[in-house]
């Protein structure tokens, strides 16, 4: 399974950008599709989820973005998308995503439990 992220840049506090995350030689929906950013000096961290097809394909955010960036997925593309809106510049950080086969829901939010990763794309919020 290989995932392509892409869709960073830069911009202002307040803005909004769409990350997107191809994924090849994997169905998504029989993923736990996640993003996972990783800030200078800071360890990674948890962003958002989305479940697998069979384990109910719900989402699931950290408190720090949660009102503010969507997880998605389009099926037909294979194609996992972060739309994050109201940006800060404390969500400057490069962001991954990540698949996981058969997470049970109290590990969703550890990098761990994720097996395949993309190659990251930086987001950087001005203030």
């Known amino acids: 399974v290989q995932l392509q992220a892409s869709g960073g840049g830069l911009v202002q506090a307040g803005g909004s950008l769409r990350l997107s995350c191809a994924v090849s030689?994997?169905?998504?929906?029989?993923?736990?599709m996640g993003w996972f950013r990783q800030a200078p000096g800071k360890e990674r961290e948890f962003v958002a989820t989305i479940r697998s097809r069979s384990s109910g394909g719900r989402t699931y955010y950290s408190d720090s973005v949660k009102g503010r960036f969507t997880i998605s997925r389009d099926n037909a593309k294979n194609t996992v998308y972060l739309q994050m809106n109201d940006l800060k510049p404390e969500d400057t950080a490069v962001y991954y995503c990540?698949?996981?086969?058969?997470?049970?829901?109290?590990?969703?939010?550890?990098?761990?439990?994720?097996?395949?990763w993309g190659q990251g794309t930086q987001v950087t919020v001005s203030s």
């Open positions: 030689g994997g169905t998504i929906s029989t993923y736990t």
């Open positions: 990540a698949a996981g086969q058969n997470l049970i829901l109290s590990s969703i939010s550890y990098e761990n439990r994720y097996g395949y």
